[in-house]
């Protein structure tokens, strides 16, 4: 499993109702169910993703999450869990609302856009930075709305949720050395964000 996923299943605890938002091919939600017994059920667009997700046995559901999410019942989970998906989502504040009906606890991780060598890289080279916390060409990139963490702990602000938790990752997904506090919008690769209210 991914590093930064490790930290997301840790965030979301044990023994609780999880919706896994963007899947991918179920990995963390098969941890958290087999090893967290935690009762959950993911939602995947991707076919191959989807197909990986049954493979695992993974309980999910294959569509959109932007036209899932408003399908559910209100309050019907604990935790619901976005992970390096909301920036390729087309409503991403209406997402994070629709996360906040469903689920009283939500986990949010999204790759900071203001990271010192995204910046650098576009300043020199006059181009769309790659990196392999973002290894796309501009032209073929599932991100659509790029953000930052400070745009991100903004929104967040203004749609009536507060950051009850915050995780800064380095660039292999690893909790980031404590000196990225110092300017974390500008040192972190990553952030993983429980959010309450």
């Known amino acids: 499993m991914r590093p930064d996923l490790d930290v997301v299943a840790r965030l979301v605890g044990r023994d609780v109702r999880v919706l896994d938002l963007g899947c991918g091919d179920g990995v963390l939600l098969e941890q958290l169910i087999e090893r967290q017994q935690c009762v959950g059920v993911g939602v995947e667009r991707d076919d191959e993703r989807f197909h990986a997700c049954i493979a695992r046995g993974v309980p999910v559901t294959h569509g959109d999450l932007e036209l899932e999410l408003p399908r559910l019942e209100t309050g019907a989970y604990d935790v619901a869990v976005l992970s390096l998906t909301l920036q390729a989502t087309r409503r991403p504040v209406e997402v994070l609302r629709e996360m906040r009906r469903v689920a009283p606890r939500r ?6 856009f203001a990271h010192w060598r995204i910046r650098l890289d576009l300043a020199r080279s006059g181009r769309m930075p790659i990196s392999p916390a973002l290894p796309y060409e501009w032209h073929d990139t599932p991100n659509i709305h790029l953000c930052t963490l400070r745009d ?7 749609i009536g949720m507060r950051v009850a938790r915050r995780v800064l990752l380095d660039a292999t997904g690893r909790p980031a050395p404590r000196a990225t506090r110092l300017s974390p919008n500008a040192l972190a690769v990553r952030a993983v964000y429980v959010l309450e209210g």
């Open 152 to 158: 991100f702990e903004a929104t967040v602000a203004e």
């Open 107 to 112: 986990v949010v991780s999204l790759p900071n």
